[in-house]
Every structure is written in C-alpha cells, then in structure tokens.
C-alpha cells in the first residue's frame, strides 16, 4: 500500500482515538486531521512521527495528576481537551517550514520543521509538569513568587523538563535525517529556547486578566463564573497567540545556527 495511503489512514485513526479519548474536542479532531494530512501529504508517513510523538507525549502529560493540577487552578480547560486553537497554534508553523522545504528541497527547512516541533513539545511538557512543583514558581522579570500556572512564571522542575523533553523529538530528527549531528543538536536547543522565549513573551506579552472573586491573575475570560478585568499585556494576544509565535521563533532559529 503506498506510504501516503497508510499516513492517511493512521491520521484518521489517531484522531478518533484522541477524540474517543477526550483528548480533543470536535473542533480539534477536525483541525487535527487537517494537519495530519497536510504533513502526510508534502512530507510522507515518517514526517508525520514527530507530530505524532508530540500528540501523543502531550496528551498524556496533560491529563497526568489532573485533579491536582485542577486544585493548584492550574489546569487546562474542557479536562484537558484540546480544541481547534491549540491544534493550530502548534501545528500550523511546522507546517509552513514544512511546505517551503517541499518546494524549495532546502533541508534547511527540513530542520526548522524538526525544531518547531520539539519546540512545541519541550513547552507543553514543562508546562504541564512544571505546575506540579511543590514550591510555587517564579514569574520572570518581576522574580516573585506566583500561584502555580501563571504566564511567564518559571520554576526548577518545569525548566529541567523543557531541557529534556525535546530529546524524543531530536532523536527521530536524527534517524530520519540519516544520522545528521545537526539534525540531533540544534532541535534540542532550539527546542529548550523556544521554551524559555514562550515564558518570556508569556511576562511581558500576553494578555493578563484578575478575576474579580478570587483575585487570581488569569487569561479567561471568566474565573470563579464572573468576567474577569483585563490587567495587563496585548489585548488579545493569548495562549494561541503565544504559542504560534513560539513555535514559529524557533524553528527561525535553527535557520540562522551556523
């Protein structure tokens, strides 16, 4: 059966499963797919293991130890179910390095596509191990002491796991590449990088909210069932916003490494 034909197949799989799974909503099946088969399509089924290795990887760490992480007010939405926003904001940057690679065959390109991913997954993984840490973490630039899910806060377990959580995505880098040093080296870095720029732009960027109850610093749009007041940051740069532009940040990177 041709390569593609399997990728297809498997992405429609792996989709309904996450959807069965309640990894997703609807609208992320949907979305996921899309991206499945774009990379399926311009990159064969072996482009399309990273993004299942981050699917995957993402998945699991994000229902990890939920109901603590919902005590800490620290976990996602919908019971960690990822909807079009986040599929996107993830998927869509590979994607682009991606398709210039397609049509330009610059494998420099190729290693931009490996590094945004491992930036994607080095963020979400630190993210949703680092709230677990039992002393609350540090929001950068002001280096206090903030409540366990704050943008742009940082704390020890969370900055380890952003070191090392891009090495699964490194290494396929690598066996796929034929063994390229590069192609091992730079995804990890790049991917660490893009990490630390997400909490950065998440301090000093995204769009802050308090909620009027509890006195929480959020970025919803309700807290405690009231409308939150916006605090500080770019209106309307949130999460999403964050995260494209972190994935996208570091794949450029890689592009600009001697």
């Not at 041709?2 to 959807?19: S, T």
């Amino acid at each position: 059966m041709d390569d593609k034909l399997v990728g297809l197949l498997l992405v429609m799989i792996i989709a309904l499963l996450g959807y069965k799974k309640d990894a997703v909503n609807l609208s992320g099946l949907a979305s996921g797919i899309i991206v499945g088969f774009v990379t399926v399509l311009l990159g064969g089924l072996l482009l399309f293991l990273p993004l299942l290795t981050f699917f995957v990887l993402g998945s699991m760490f994000t229902v990890y130890k939920y109901n603590l992480k919902e005590i800490k007010g620290a976990a996602e939405d919908r019971k960690g179910r990822r909807s079009w926003n986040n599929v996107l904001s993830n998927g869509v940057p590979p994607l682009i390095f991606l398709l210039i690679w397609r049509f330009s065959s610059n494998d420099a390109f190729l290693l931009a596509f490996f590094s945004s991913i491992a930036a994607d997954t080095s963020d979400t993984l630190s993210n949703e191990i680092g709230v677990l840490s039992e002393k609350d973490p540090i929001l950068l630039f002001s280096w206090k002491r903030v409540p366990a899910g704050t943008s742009g806060a940082v704390s020890l377990l969370g900055t380890v796991t952003a070191l090392l959580s891009p090495l699964p995505i490194s290494f396929e880098s690598y066996f796929i590449s034929g063994g390229s040093i590069r192609f091992l080296m730079i995804p990890a870095f790049c991917g660490f990088l893009g990490s630390l720029f997400d909490s950065i732009l998440g301090a000093l960027v995204q769009e802050k909210r308090i909620c009027p109850v509890c006195g929480r610093i959020t970025e919803k749009k309700i807290h405690c069932g009231y409308s939150t007041r916006y605090l500080a940051g770019v209106k309307g740069f949130g999460n999403g916003s964050v995260n494209f532009t972190m994935s996208l940040a570091a794949g450029a990177l890689s592009l600009v490494i001697p």
